[in-house]
């Protein structure tokens, strides 16, 4: 048999049944221009595909999975709890559990409320923003992600005009006239849409670390700055964490800038693996929510005991020590990052690896790392397939498109890091 023979089998049946084979489209390989591999297990900072290939794992399912695959606390916990029902659909003491974790971790989050994904906290953070304003005009910036809901799938429009155009079919017009797209890192537009039309927008939503289009690290002047325009306007400042919340430290972003948004929204991490997300804030805000309040929102398996389960291990595992394991964290990242950076310079190679904690972009262009999506070059997506092709031949698994990160989990280590180093300096020069 090849070595892709039962994935590729896998793929074919999936293909008759699914949209791409897929259940998120960037899992289809399109972007590498390859075919994806169908994972069996995974352990530590390690998977395997149903052929028996065995990967040195950079995806962590997108960041979720801060202490690496099948965790023996996280699963411990989750088939503890399982045994006592996976949901009820009411009041469970695991939600007041994890509830005290994450808020504890968060000056700005006096109340929060759990949702099962990171679109849906996002959504509902907006929806409470608007209710809670009496305003209907979001801002985003161009690279940002934050879910699919629909008027948060809007890119710039052309020109002048802020005004978004949908950027998925589906998405009427009419809901995108609402978002308003600005570049990153430009004090200047926002300062200029927020003196027109800062009465109008109830809130100015931003990634804490713009880490779904490269890794588009921020200023902290801009920071600043736009915690100063939504106070003087008026509009909320939703943070959004749900890839930067404990995982660049309990605060994540909020901590890294000084920030305090009035409200953030947090997945991932938070979940351990199991579909967890949760929106939270001011107290005054959160109360807005039915049934205290008139903004709507609910969730057959919000809160459901299992996940929570996963997310409370997680938590615990990562706070215990006194959070030694964010030093961990942080001294695995600079390994990975220095010994790339270094490789790259021996090759003569002009990329860079930017780096924010555990979470790594490869830069595969010349010059400073870009801090605004419209200075990503888009020629580096060719490269990086070429590389990611190479790479899972030697047993290195990264995200399967060049605008995303790399995130280094806890069960990573120096001789994984030194693997990994070797495997990448294989694939360069094979593509060379
Ligand atoms: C992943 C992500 C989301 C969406 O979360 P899902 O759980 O995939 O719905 C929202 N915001 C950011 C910053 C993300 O990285």
Same mark, same amino acid.
């Given at each position: 048999?090849?070595?892709?023979?039962?994935?590729?089998?896998?793929?074919?049946?999936?293909?008759?049944?699914?949209?791409?084979?897929?259940?998120?489209?960037?899992?289809?390989?399109?972007?590498?221009?390859?075919?994806?591999?169908?994972?069996?297990?995974?352990?530590?900072?390690?998977?395997?595909?149903?052929?028996?290939?065995?990967?040195?794992?950079?995806?962590?399912?997108?960041?979720?999975?801060?202490?690496?695959?099948?965790?023996?606390?996280?699963?411990?916990?989750?088939?503890?709890?399982?045994?006592?029902?996976?949901?009820?659909?009411?009041?469970?003491?695991?939600?007041?559990?994890?509830?005290?974790?994450?808020?504890?971790?968060?000056?700005?989050?006096?109340?929060?409320?759990?949702?099962?994904?990171?679109?849906?906290?996002?959504?509902?953070?907006?929806?409470?923003?608007?209710?809670?304003?009496?305003?209907?005009?979001?801002?985003?910036?161009?690279?940002?992600?934050?879910?699919?809901?629909?008027?948060?799938?809007?890119?710039?429009?052309?020109?002048?005009?802020?005004?978004?155009?949908?950027?998925?079919?589906?998405?009427?017009?009419?809901?995108?006239?609402?978002?308003?797209?600005?570049?990153?890192?430009?004090?200047?537009?926002?300062? %200029? /849409?927020?003196?027109?039309? #800062? =009465?109008?927008? !109830?809130?100015?939503?931003?990634? *804490?670390?713009?880490?779904?289009? +490269? &890794?588009?690290?921020?200023?902290?002047?801009?920071?600043?700055?736009?915690?100063?325009?939504?106070?003087?306007?008026?509009?909320?400042?939703?943070?959004?964490?749900?890839?930067?919340?404990?995982?660049?430290?309990?605060?994540?972003?909020?901590?890294?800038?000084?920030?305090?948004?009035?409200?953030?929204?947090?997945?991932?991490?938070?979940?351990?693996?199991?579909?967890?997300?949760?929106?939270?804030?001011?107290?005054?805000?959160?109360?807005?929510?039915?049934?205290?309040?008139?903004?709507?929102?609910?969730?057959?398996?919000?809160?459901?005991?299992?996940?929570?389960?996963?997310?409370?291990?997680?938590?615990? %595992? /990562?706070?215990?020590?006194? #959070? =030694?394991?964010? !030093?961990?964290?942080?001294?695995? *990242?600079?390994?990975?990052?220095? +010994? &790339?950076?270094?490789?790259?310079?021996?090759?003569?190679?002009?990329?860079?690896?930017?780096?924010?904690?555990?979470?790594?972009?490869?830069?595969?262009?010349?010059?400073?790392?870009?801090?605004?999506?419209?200075?990503?070059?888009?020629?580096?997506?060719?490269?990086?397939?070429?590389?990611?092709?190479?790479?899972?031949?030697?047993?290195?698994?990264?995200?399967?498109?060049?605008?995303?990160?790399?995130?280094?989990?806890?069960?990573?280590?120096?001789?994984?890091?030194?693997?990994?180093?070797?495997?990448?300096?294989?694939?360069?020069?094979?593509?060379?």
């Amino acid at each position: 048999m090849s070595p892709s023979d039962r994935s590729h089998e896998l793929y074919r049946r999936a293909c008759e049944l699914m949209p791409a084979g897929v259940d998120s489209p960037v899992r289809a390989f399109r972007s590498v221009r390859g075919e994806p591999f169908f994972y069996e297990r995974g352990q530590g900072c390690h998977v395997v595909d149903v052929d028996g290939n065995r990967y040195i794992d950079y995806v962590g399912s997108w960041g979720p999975l801060i202490l690496g695959h099948a965790h023996p606390e996280v699963v411990e916990a989750v088939a503890r709890t399982a045994a006592s029902g996976l949901s009820f659909g009411a009041p469970c003491r695991q939600e007041v559990e994890l509830a005290e974790l994450v808020t504890a971790a968060a000056p700005h989050l006096e109340m929060l409320r759990f949702v099962s994904s990171g679109t849906e906290a996002v959504m509902s953070a907006v929806r409470l923003a608007r209710g809670a304003t009496g305003r209907d005009g979001i801002v985003k910036f161009s690279g940002c992600y934050h879910g699919h809901a629909d008027h948060l799938l809007v890119s710039a429009g052309s020109g002048l005009a802020t005004f978004g155009t949908p950027s998925s079919a589906g998405v009427p017009e009419s809901f995108a006239r609402h978002t308003y797209v600005l570049p990153l890192d430009d004090e200047g537009a926002l300062g %200029s /849409l927020m003196e027109v039309r #800062g =009465s109008e927008i !109830a809130a100015v939503i931003i990634e *804490g670390v713009p880490a779904n289009s +490269g &890794l588009l690290v921020q200023r902290p002047a801009f920071m600043r700055r736009l915690r100063e325009l939504c106070t003087r306007h008026g509009a909320l400042l939703i943070l959004d964490e749900v890839i930067t919340g404990f995982r660049l430290g309990p605060n994540g972003a909020a901590a890294l800038y000084d920030l305090r948004p009035d409200l953030a929204t947090y997945g991932k991490v938070i979940g351990g693996g199991m579909p967890v997300g949760a929106y939270g804030g001011r107290r005054e805000l959160m109360e807005r929510l039915a049934p205290l309040g008139a903004v709507y929102q609910a969730g057959t398996l919000s809160g459901n005991p299992v996940a929570m389960a996963a997310g409370i291990a997680t938590l615990r %595992s /990562l706070l215990a020590d006194g #959070g =030694s394991a964010y !030093a961990e964290l942080e001294r695995l *990242g600079a390994a990975l990052a220095g +010994g &790339l950076a270094e490789l790259f310079g021996r090759a003569g190679l002009p990329w860079s690896v930017v780096r924010v904690g555990s979470i790594l972009w490869l830069a595969l262009q010349a010059g400073e790392p870009p801090r605004r999506y419209e200075d990503i070059d888009p020629g580096c997506a060719a490269t990086y397939a070429a590389l990611h092709r190479a790479l899972l031949g030697r047993g290195v698994s990264l995200a399967p498109s060049a605008y995303e990160v790399a995130f280094v989990s806890l069960a990573h280590d120096d001789a994984v890091i030194a693997q990994t180093l070797e495997a990448f300096e294989e694939a360069v020069r094979e593509i060379g």
